[in-house]
T-cell receptor, first 112, second 112 residues
């Protein structure tokens, strides 16, 4: 059974640029959630995808968007990067309706 | 929005000492989950509590859910250096989307 894998592990961008982060869900899981974890804080819910559609969103602006593919993998896109977007971005997979999540190792984004 | 507070923010103990972190909410929690995040790592699910007054044990870890379901605690007996990390409580909301609201976290440092 493979776990949740994310890529890239680290990346550096400059303000105004766009970034795409990728996530492969754990085998058997059909739901993917994304969280943002700023340094020294707890993870914050960005959104969740199920059946290739967003089915829940946290308090994040529209420049944060996502996709889910038929194989349940997912992408997180952030446009017009701001300095405050610097954080660890965590992907978590689960079965739909289940509330126990399996987190990936994260993608650490630094915006300069 | 609702915030789940944890105390203390940080604790430094000698190996062999006990450790407790507390999670408090102003509103009734439907459930509580506990996660451990090692330095540089990602959150790893430890346990979920759903019943009022519930107590669960995992080896040296004891988890409790308050009678009023507004607080929870994690107690570690005889800490080891492998216990180092940040411990988060989180409420799992299951509606259209399964979403975790994380607490502020308690960082544990253990020295010999």
């Amino acid at each position: 059974e493979t776990g949740v894998t994310q890529s890239p592990t680290h990346l550096i961008k400059t303000r105004g640029q766009q970034v795409t982060l990728r996530c492969s869900s754990q085998s058997g899981h059909n739901t993917v959630s994304w969280y943002q974890q700023a340094l020294g804080q707890g993870p914050q819910f960005i959104f969740q995808y199920y059946r290739e559609e967003e089915n829940g969103r946290g308090n994040f602006p529209p420049r944060f968007s996502g996709l889910q593919f038929p194989n349940y993998s997912s992408e997180l896109n952030v446009n017009a990067l701001e300095l405050d977007d610097s954080a660890l971005y965590l992907c978590a997979s689960s079965l739909h309706g289940a509330n126990v999540l399996t987190f990936g190792a994260g993608s650490r984004l630094t915006v300069l | 929005g609702q915030q789940v507070m944890q105390i203390p923010q940080y604790q430094h103990v000698q190996e062999g000492e006990d450790f407790t972190t507390y999670c408090n909410s102003s509103t009734t929690l439907s459930n509580i989950q506990w996660y451990k995040q090692r330095p540089g790592g990602h959150p790893v699910f430890l346990i979920q509590l759903v019943k009022s007054g519930e107590v669960k044990k995992q080896k040296r870890l004891t988890f409790q859910f308050g009678e009023a379901k507004k607080n929870s605690s994690l107690h570690i007996t005889a800490t080891q250096t492998t216990d180092v990390g940040t411990y988060f409580c989180a409420e799992a909301y299951t509606g259209t989307a399964s979403k975790l609201t994380f607490g502020t976290g308690t960082r544990l440092q253990v020295t010999l």
